[in-house]
């Protein structure tokens, strides 16, 4: 027997026969209609203008603001992590210096993870004062989407990238006095990587995406392929690998927590296609589902960066997430106002099912 309840702008259905328990695809999608009408109260409440131009110059400003890193307790600017000194407080930027052995300068596209938001504020800035000379510039359709993805994107891959890399310094400091805390760390997420991997692919969705397929398959690979170098090295083979770089290996596939989504995303959810779009619509529920607990966590070990005695005391940092997700809302309401396919927060029934 099926009772429903009706609850704000959104319903969620109980089956009694299942001893109450609500499913949790049912409780993603109210989760997601409530928190789109947070979020659209809040993106209607935004000045694009004003929203954009803050968050290009918190950008900037960073330039002059401890942003990286460095050992011995010295710290970098964003103006020298620029040119490749310090260390960045992401998952990508210390997979490249594990690739790296170490050495400094670090190669430029490593680099990319502040640079191109640093030229993305820099092009913000020019078209904001091209629409004073030209107001209908910001409303243009296609502009206004193609600028959605680029900072939607950099949103999505600063939220994983970062919460990657306070994940893995937190495991060390509390593995650390542990012995063998690198076989605890290692085999723990190349189990866990396997483990997420096949939990997505039982999806009938996934299984018919091919590049997904192969995303997956590189991820799995790179993550047998450091824990088998591993299990060599225990046995001090000659055919292992070195440690930086099975730690590599083992950190790449968490590049797939914020790209997976981010192609998903414009791919369906930015497509002109009403088909595509209707897909997208219930994909975003467990898409919001990932990040929205990612997120807070972040915000947690961002004070870790404010607070001198609590880790690294690289303040600028926080200043450059909030300058990114600002660039995020900026073009998300102008989207919305160019093309209103985009406010649409109605989740499609049929594909729940």
């Not at 789109?36 to 950008?59: A, D, H, K, M």
């Not at 900037?60 to 011995?72: D, I, R």
């Not at 310090?86 to 300068?105: E, H, Q, R, T």
């Not at 990657?164 to 805390?181: G, K, Q």
Request: aromatic share 12%.
């Amino acid at each position: 027997m099926e009772k429903t309840k009706a609850g704000g702008d959104f319903e969620i259905r109980t089956d009694a026969a299942r001893e109450g328990v609500i499913a949790l695809r049912q409780w993603a999608v109210a989760a997601w209609d409530r928190g789109n009408w947070w979020g659209g109260t809040l993106v209607r409440q935004l000045e694009p203008r004003v929203t954009l131009f803050t968050g290009s110059v918190l950008i900037l400003l960073t330039l002059f603001l401890p942003v990286a890193g460095e050992l011995f307790g010295s710290y970098r600017t964003g103006l020298e992590w620029a040119r490749g000194e310090g260390i960045w407080p992401g998952a990508l930027s210390l997979v490249g210096i594990l690739l790296s052995k170490g050495d400094s300068p670090y190669p430029f596209p490593f680099t990319v993870p502040y640079a191109l938001p640093l030229g993305f504020a820099v092009f913000t800035l020019a078209i904001l004062l091209a629409s004073c000379l030209r107001p209908e510039l910001l409303r243009k359709q296609r502009l206004s989407t193609w600028l959605l993805a680029i900072s939607g994107t950099l949103s999505l891959f600063l939220i994983a990238d970062f919460f990657f890399y306070s994940c893995c310094e937190v495991l060390i400091d509390l593995t650390l006095p542990l012995a063998r805390s690198d076989a605890i760390i290692s085999t723990g997420a190349a189990s866990l990587t396997v483990l997420v991997l096949g939990g997505c692919l039982r999806s009938r969705f996934v299984r018919k995406q091919r590049w997904l397929l192969l995303l997956f398959a590189a991820a799995g690979i790179s993550s047998l392929t450091a824990l088998g170098s591993f299990s060599l090295r225990l046995l001090d083979s000659q055919w292992a690998l070195e440690e930086q770089t099975e730690r590599a290996l083992l950190l790449a596939p968490s590049v797939l927590y914020w790209l997976v989504p981010a192609l998903l995303w414009c791919r369906f959810g930015l497509s002109r296609r009403g088909e595509m779009r209707a897909q997208w619509l219930g994909l975003r529920p467990l898409v919001i589902a990932m990040f929205a607990p990612v997120a807070t966590i972040d915000c947690l070990f961002l004070l870790r960066l404010v607070v001198p005695s609590a880790g690294d005391f690289i303040w600028g940092f926080p200043v450059f997430f909030a300058g990114i997700h600002l660039l995020s809302f900026g073009y998300l309401r102008l989207a919305r106002e160019a093309n209103p396919l985009l406010s649409s927060g109605h989740v499609s029934r049929e594909l729940e099912k």
